[in-house]
């Protein structure tokens, strides 16, 4: 085969990769979505939130040391020198949780029945506050975060496809970073879990419920408020993976809340209420941005991943404004 | 006490159509004006200039624009950013291009390329709405970031990628560079936005207004009105655009002076405006004014009062008004879903019954 080839599919190859990473995030969008109706813009914020608490509770910081430190004059910063990871990530989990408890509580309960646009705007305060209260509880400085995962390239890789080359070529192997493939593998873990977790045990049953219809599910006895505090869990538990695979490939830093809206394009393409569809979407926008940036990006100054999913996706709405697996729009008067 | 309306009969069909149709509106208005006008030139210093009143004008002028087409017009949009980068590309280009060109004429054309622009990016609004279309306007404003930092014409081929503002005046006077007199920017903005605040106000009032605000209520009950949704949606986004457009030109050349596209008009600009219509009032002029003084006061007090008072440091500080515009925002979208501006208006019929409650 001719090193274009290869290269070629090297490059889909890595989208594929980068579209899972999409699709971790954009996985908990739809989840509440389904739940709730609501388009929750702070998940991206979420996952940063969970993966400063997570590197928080590793390196044992002591939570608001600066704002105390500032306040009362003192210099505390770590409280031990860390704890296990396995501990650090079951502790954050019950933050996550707790957080869900409080955005119930505090906002979701005083929206309800409000437009859903409403709803929208509300969870960009939220992603602020939220944004806010992470840099001031662990301090804003870029951190390092390891969970054991290996990463790099893989020389077995190469080695095998430096063979796949023609005679006397000048190529040099793939590369294809072991984290993306644990990440990948990682990603199907969650998904088939999640749908096991929707089809077979009570809550899920009762998520489906009001997934489908809010007033039948109140009848029959389901309340909205449990569930929804579930449903943000299961976000708060999504974030938090997706969290930990991105703060391990690129360390955890303001831009990890902006993949958020990486997630847009993918939901539109996916459709928002469709988990498959948020695979597959995102699994599009990788493969396609890479692609993109790779045969005609470099004809236009590059770069170009920037802006391709969101032009991808506004193209793909001219045609089917629900996505590929969304419910279709009626409208009524 | 005020708004007392009994004696303020109108007697004439131009009576019955004026701005505003109550005495004591008319009177505040007229000396805000005069104050504006005829005080603050002879008081202001470079503090208040370049912290206070140069920023709150220009997203005055942003949110106005933001509010015609969200507000009014009820079309989501998260591409202000990328389009006030239009406006001061286009303001850039004329004021090198063309040095004799007035300055006047600089930010009304640099106005007019965005709201073209702005009419391009629109077009998808006729099919898609809501989550949809805020994501189709994330589009532009990624796009148009990308496209001002790629294409080397538009920064004129210049080494950094920067543009910078040369120095031009009106009637003598300096209004750009560094050498401009406080006054003089001040008062070339604010020229700007009261004339535009005017036209804007009485747009929303007639025909065209009142299409957007239908398009905005139920765009398929009114378009079986009769109200014609392609030029209702795109006029919007063209009459927005123009203001976003001239609030760009004007951020550019009178308040930063030099600018690079991914830092000055980034995505979370787009963020800004949005949040100043939310707290300010959805469809409501005098909102817009309220929430961009909001918007970029709150910060200015807040730091003086923590980092000046307290003596905390800013990055913290940074953070703390972070959780407190997030917290804001979910507040009033909770307590008033309909901004400032409906507080004021609980206000004014308070007075108008004043002393009796009902």
Redesign the interface.
Known sequence: MSPEILNTVEVVLNGLMAGVMYSLVALGFVLIFKASGIFNYAQGVMALFAALTLVGFQTGQVPFAHLINVIFGTDYHNWSNGINTVLAIILTMLVMILFAWLVERLVLRHLVNQAPIILFMATIGLAFFMEGLGDLMWGANIKVLDVGLPSGGSFWLEDVTRGWASEGANYYGMYIDVLDVWAAGIAIVLVIALMMFSQYTKTGRALRAVADDHQAALTVGISLRTIWIVVWSIAGFVALVAGIMWGAKSGIQFSLSLIALKALPVLILGGFTSIPGAIIGGLIIGVGEKLFEFTIGPMIGGATENWFAYVLALLFLMYRPQGLFGERIIERV | MFYRESGDFKSSYAADQQTFPIRFDRIAVGVVLVFAFLVVPFVIDDYWEKSILLPFLVWAMAALGLNILTGYCGQ?SLGTGGFMAVGAYAAYKLTTGFPELNMFLVILLSGGVTAFVGIVFGL?SL??K???L???T??A???L??LF???PWFYNYSASGMITVPERSVFGIAVTGSGAPSWATYLFCLVFVVVFAMIARNLTRGRLGRSWMAIRD?D??AE?IGVPPLQAKLSAFAVSSFYIGIAGALFFTVYLGAAEPTEAFG?DKS?LV??MI?IGGLGSIFGSFVGAAFMTLLPVLFKNIMVAGFG??T??VQ????????????FF??VE?NGLAQLWRVAKEKLRLWPFPH
């Open positions: 989501v998808p099919r898609i809501g989550f949809y805020a994501v189709a994330l589009a404003q990624f796009f970031v990308w930092n790629k294409v139920m398929i009950a079986i995505i963020f949005l949040f939310i905390w440091p990055d913290l953070h703390i008004i972070f959780m407190l515009v997030g917290g804001l925002i979910m979208l909770i879903p």
